[in-house]
């Protein structure tokens, strides 16, 4: 078909652009684009992506830089930055990078297809609103195509808690959370489409308050209505903040089978004072509290968290406090990074900590978590655990999937596909994977 155009997207940072670069694909598609792999023969690059932290950031204008041979070599070649750089840059990415067509935030990718209709006739366009109208409502249904076992389903999106390292609340905006029918709608559709495992999305998908039948719904009654889907076999949720972790969610962990044992749930620090400077609003104590409650409710729980070392001011006591808190809670995982100064937040107005202090410490800290992360997949070994299959594996007949713990597994099944589950006793641990064999097979 001449009409076809190619589009190639690069998804940088978080799940919630994970899921925002699928949509904006189905979008594209409406204008007559499929994606591509190869971004040589792509006629619009569309580059989402992330501001957390400076690293990231910096990424996208490198990765601009590196499209200026392509684009003297495909005059024709349109090129878009979507995602939280663009949020928070706005005109200045086009100033900075003249190649760029179009710059669209977060919550105005539903006029990306138009704004690709401009560019196509030369017209450059930034649209970095926060609409009134919900993009949701204009973004086409999710095509048949979407055949892979698992999905990400956005619930929740932006956050009002403005911890004082944060970019989130000024990207994203204020915490709005989608109206829960059209949840279950998303959620109905995508399973018909053949998807077992639903991770529900949000910055703070924990405080999910969306509109439905009786009232407002938390999250635990989403994931309760949701469970009673047929076909679907498992929900996850990502990313929580302790204060929000209510009740009947904590409930729903030890009632809820289709609810999986892993929870991410970041505290960043264990030094009361830090957590207090950067505007966390609870205690180290507190958050070990509310492990050992859900712990009681689901004794297998598998816990992530996210840490940060070297906020400004945090002491060698005070990063020893981190690792206390790290050993007390014994983690499955856990994503650690090095305070990053990020413009426009409180936290960034202060002295931070040398640069060689912080590298240690991350070392530190990953280094302890490694060790936690084996111990957790040496356990596992001699255990049954179910297991979700996603693709065929290197080796011959092998099939890879995840673990109810999310962790990935290894198993020889020729004869399973991509959508089966199975229950697999683990016989062994890699670096980053588990091998095992069927049970019964
Ligand atoms: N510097 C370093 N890490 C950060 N994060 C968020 N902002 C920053 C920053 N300025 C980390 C937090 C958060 C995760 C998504 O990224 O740990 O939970
Ligand atoms: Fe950022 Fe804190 Fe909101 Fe998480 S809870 S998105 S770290 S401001």
Redesign the pocket.
Known sequence: MADTKKLFIKTYG?QMNVYDSERMAEAMGTEGYVTTEVMEEADMVLLNTCH??EKAAEKVYSDLGRLKPLKAEKPNLKVGVAGCVAQAEGEEILRRMPLVDLVVGPQSYHRLPAMAKAAEAGEKTVDTDFPEEDKFDHLPDRPKATIRPTAFLTVQEGCDKF?A????PYTRGAEVSRPAERIMAEARGLVEKGVREITLLGQNVNAYHGAGAEGDWTLARLVRALAKIDGLDRIRYT?SHPNDMGDDLIAAHGEEPKLMPYLHL?V?SGSDRILKAMNRKHKAEDYLRLIERIRAARPDMMMSG???VGFPGETDAEFEATLDLIRAVKYGMA????????PG?P?AEKTPVAAEVADVRLQTLQALITEQQRAAQDAMVGREVSVLFEKPGRLAGQMVGKSDYLQAVHVAAPDLRAGDLARVRITGTAPNSLAGVLVGG
């Open positions: 978080c957390i932290r911890c390292f944060c970019v989130v990313t970041p960043q996210d840490f940060i994503y650690s990074f090095k305070y990053s100064a990020r937040t936290a």
